[in-house]
Nanobody, 128 residues
Framework: QVQLVESGGGLVQAGGSLRLSCEAS????????VGWFRQAPGKERTFVAA??????????YYADSVKGRFSISRDNAKNTVYLQMSSLKPEDTATYYC???????????????????WGQGTQVTVSS
């Protein structure tokens, strides 16, 4: 069992940056694929970014809406995955969740229903 805790959310002006953290306990997070998803009020949870397990090369994937602005990375020593968000827009406002799974396949990494473990979420609000 792996427990995930997100942090780093907050209020930022459009054009600003935030770094979200997803810290794991209970298991070594590098053995898991990790995804970031977001959910705005009244909307479905959508894919933001994902990174493969270290054994599979740490390949990163991004939603088109965040490509070139967001970056996902790992710090294995801290058992943490980060989501660096830059050039933030008001439409990035949402609750951001990290998720982990040890058996997910590449073609499913953007599907929230394929992840077994979830954090509680962290709120990101971008003002215009």
């Amino acid at each position: 069992q792996v427990q995930l805790v997100e942090s780093g959310g907050g209020l930022v002006q459009a054009g600003g940056s935030l770094r979200l953290s997803c810290e794991a306990s209970g298991r070594t997070l590098s053995a898991y694929a990790v995804g970031w998803f977001r959910q705005a009020p009244g909307k479905e949870r959508t894919f933001v970014a994902a990174i493969k397990a270290r054994s599979r090369g740490n390949t990163a994937y991004y939603a088109d809406s965040v490509k070139g602005r967001f970056s996902i990375s790992r710090d294995n020593a801290k058992n943490t995955v980060y989501l660096q968000m830059s050039s933030l827009k008001p439409e990035d406002t949402a609750t951001y969740y990290c998720a982990a799974d040890s058996t997910i396949i590449q073609s499913s990494m953007a599907r929230s229903d394929q992840y077994d473990y979830w954090g509680q979420g962290t709120q990101v609000t971008v003002s215009s």
